[in-house]
T-cell receptor, first 112, second 116 residues
């Protein structure tokens, strides 16, 4: 079945850029998503990218997709303490269902 | 708009007990879903619904029932609770099945369930 892998932890200094990486196995993935989860809260959709795109930029967020290597990354520019959270990568396969497969999440800690 | 509401926030059950987790949304969203989140794991889809009267199984449906008699409500029933069902449960809703930033998916605050 589909699998989505992420590194579990990332620590950066305030003001630096953060890069969170994700790999997936389903070559028929059509949509790839990044969600943010703050402590004690549900998930918040941050951004997404279609599989026919290489890059998408939205203010401080840049998503890069390497479809050949099945690698997705989320870059957060000028990381702030409010960016501290768990970030989940998720994919929607092209299999005709509405299910998303989520990674285990990367906990981003921002050091003031 | 209250968004997506879930009750209760916390619940402790004994093995074998049954209960219903409530989920409601006031945004007239057609698509609703239930996920569970276990420590160190991503969310896994339990059941989903694309509209009133229509439900379908997700990745981990065993031990759970759902119904969708109205657009607003999507309760999740645990038939006979087991310790393996200890988890945080999230309900989500969206206008369309595939979320986008302009048609985002809204999550409730979660229900933390412990089964002893």
């Amino acid at each position: 079945g589909e699998d989505v892998e992420q590194s579990l932890f990332l620590s950066v200094r305030e003001g630096d850029s953060s890069v969170i990486n994700c790999t997936y196995t389903d070559s028929s993935s059509t949509y790839l998503y990044w969600y943010k989860q703050e402590p004690g809260a549900g998930l918040q959709l941050l951004t997404y990218i279609f599989s026919n795109m290489d890059m998408k930029q939205d203010q401080r967020l840049t998503v890069l997709l390497n479809k050949k290597d099945k690698h997705l990354s989320l870059r957060i520019a000028d990381t702030q303490t409010g960016d501290s959270a768990i970030y989940f990568c998720a994919e929607k396969s092209g299999a005709g269902s509405y299910q998303l497969t989520f990674g285990k999440g990367t906990k981003l800690s921002v050091i003031p | 708009n209250a968004g997506v509401t879930q009750t209760p926030k916390f619940q402790v059950l004994k093995t074998g007990q049954s209960m219903t987790l409530q989920c409601a949304q006031d945004m007239n969203h057609e698509y609703m879903s239930w996920y569970r989140q276990d420590p160190g794991m991503g969310l896994r889809l339990i059941h989903y619904s694309v509209g009133a009267g229509i439900t379908d199984q997700g990745e981990v449906p065993n031990g759970y029932n759902v119904s969708r008699s109205t657009t607003e409500d999507f309760p999740l029933r645990l038939l006979s609770a087991a310790p393996s069902q200890t988890s945080v449960y999230f309900c989500a809703s969206s206008k369309n099945p595939l979320p986008s930033v302009t048609d985002t998916q809204y999550f409730g605050p979660g229900t933390r369930l412990t089964v002893l």
